[in-house]
T-cell receptor, first 114, second 112 residues
Framework: NAGVTQTPKFRILKIGQSMTLQCTQD?????MYWYRQDPGMGLKLIYY???????DKGEVPNGYNVSRSTTEDFPLRLELAAPSQTSVYFC?????????????FGPGTRLLVL | KNQVEQSPQSLIILEGKNCTLQCNYTVSPFSNLRWYKQDTGRGPVSLTIMTFSENTKSNGRYTATLDADTKQSSLHITASQLSDSASYICVVSAFGANNLFFGTGTRLTVIP
């Protein structure tokens, strides 16, 4: 298994531009997440999905949108990039077994908005 | 309010020495606690996961402890290696798919 893959690894955007961060997992996990991590800060949940066709907001959803048309893919969309969205974005997927969740993270996408 | 606090914020130790990282939490209802290692520029990787009934779990040179009564956990690293240099993140889960609460991490630097 490739696990959780993210593209691109790094991107520079101008203010007001849009882009989609891609996330794919090949482990057939139902749960998928998008986090952002600012320098020296903990991970903050942006959006999550408990299965194909189902998404919900996390702690910091403003300025982002997601979709989950398949189990494998969970893209994150930025419509009007702002400097405050400069961060490292991590996608994760997880599964539940006997009531316990095991989470796997992708390598991250570093985004710079100028 | 559900919170996870880690200490120290950063730590520098000599190669071969032991160290202990702390995690205090106020998350409720508690489901499990995990420790992750995050190398610079990489995604977090799970080290251990402990439920309410477990008070210690080891993964090689890493040993995590959990005191669910005092809501404290520690991660002990034995005989540190240069490759242990990373951020160590404590994550506490409450019941539910999105109820993961992350600490800000302890930045460990191991020097020769």
């Amino acid at each position: 298994n490739a696990g959780v893959t993210q593209t691109p690894k790094f991107r520079i955007l101008k203010i007001g531009q849009s882009m989609t961060l891609q996330c794919t997992q090949d482990m057939n996990h139902n749960y998928m997440y998008w986090y952002r991590q600012d320098p020296g800060m903990g991970l903050k949940l942006i959006y999550y999905s408990v299965g194909a066709g189902i998404t919900d907001k996390g702690e910091v959803p403003n300025g982002y949108n997601v979709s989950r048309s398949t189990t494998e893919d969970f893209p994150l969309r930025l419509e009007l990039a702002a400097p405050s969205q400069t961060s490292v974005y991590f996608c994760a997927s997880s599964y539940l077994r006997e009531g316990q969740e095991t989470q796997y993270f992708g390598p991250g996408t570093r985004l710079l908005v100028l | 309010k559900n919170q996870v606090e880690q200490s120290p914020q950063s730590l520098i130790i000599l190669e071969g020495k032991n160290c202990t990282l702390q995690c205090n939490y106020t998350v409720s209802p508690f489901s499990n606690l995990r420790w992750y290692k995050q190398d610079t520029g990489r995604g977090p990787v799970s080290l251990t996961i402990m439920t309410f009934s477990e008070n210690t779990k080891s993964n090689g040179r890493y040993t995590a402890t959990l005191d669910a009564d005092t809501k404290q956990s520690s991660l002990h690293i034995t005989a540190s290696q240069l490759s242990d240099s990373a951020s160590y993140i404590c994550v506490v889960s409450a019941f539910g798919a999105n109820n993961l609460f992350f600490g800000t991490g302890t930045r460990l630097t191991v020097i020769p």
